[in-house]
Structure formats: structure tokens, C-alpha cells
Nanobody, 131 residues
Framework: QVQLVESGGGLVQAGGSLKLSCAAS????????MGWYRQTPGKQRELVAA???????TYTNSVKGRFTISRDNAKNTVYLQMNSLKPEDTAVYYC?????????????????????????WGQGTQVTVSS
């Protein structure tokens, strides 16, 4: 089992910044990919950014150039630095961790990491961007 604890959400004005953290504990040796997903009411959860243990990253197009995903292996923590926030970034942000199949091409990482029947989800943290 893996436990994920998110922090760092909140209310910010458009153009501002927030940094989300996701601390993993438990059987973390089994994890080789982590990421951030977000969800708004009535919509499907979507990938925001993901990172592998090898340091490879992927982002959804709408956040490229504004968000940065990173990891601190010593602290078993993944971060999402969010800059130039827009009202459309408002959502509940979820951390996800999984041991994805090896190899998993980067263009398949969203599918493999986001599978609802595999891996571990955090409890979610609300990000609200006011205009």
C-alpha cells in the first residue's frame, strides 16, 4: 500500500502562483510514475503533469510553460509549481502514483498512470483562481 498526502492548494488571484506537494509513504519502492490530475464538476479527471523515476515529464498542452512538475526522491515527494494561474485552472487537484508497465512510452503514460483500477490516489486539494 502507498499513502499520498497532498498540500498546497488554496485561493489565488489570476496571474499568481501556487505550489502543490504530494508526499508518498508506504510501499513506495513499487512506484515508478507519479502525476497530478485535476477535476471540475461534471468533467472527467484529466492529467495535468506526470513524472517518471527516470525524470521524464509530460504536461497537458494548456499548462505547458506555466506549470512544472518535479520530484525530491530523498523526501519521496512530488511537486507541482503552478505559475501564471488562470481561472480555468480552478479544480480539485489529485496526486496519483503507480507502478506502470515497463516500458511505457511517454505518450501512453497518461493512460497507464490514470487508470482508475490501478495505483493510488491522494485525497485531493482545491485550487481556486479568481479573476
Amino acid at each position: 500500500q502507498v499513502q499520498l498526502v497532498e498540500s498546497g492548494g488554496g485561493l489565488v488571484q489570476a496571474g499568481g502562483s501556487l505550489k502543490l506537494s504530494c508526499a508518498a509513504s508506504g510501499s513506495i519502492f513499487s512506484i515508478n510514475a507519479m502525476g497530478w490530475y485535476r477535476q471540475t464538476p461534471g468533467k472527467q479527471r484529466e492529467l495535468v503533469a506526470a513524472i517518471t523515476t527516470g525524470g521524464h515529464t509530460t504536461y497537458t498542452n494548456s499548462v505547458k510553460g506555466r506549470f512544472t512538475i518535479s520530484r525530491d526522491n530523498a523526501k519521496n515527494t512530488v511537486y507541482l509549481q503552478m505559475n501564471s494561474l488562470k481561472p480555468e485552472d480552478t479544480a480539485v487537484y489529485y496526486c496519483k502514483a503507480r507502478r506502470v508497465p515497463i516500458p511505457t512510452p511517454m505518450d501512453s503514460l497518461d493512460y497507464e498512470l490514470g487508470r482508475s483500477d490501478r495505483g493510488y490516489w491522494g485525497q485531493g486539494t482545491q485550487v481556486t483562481v479568481s479573476s
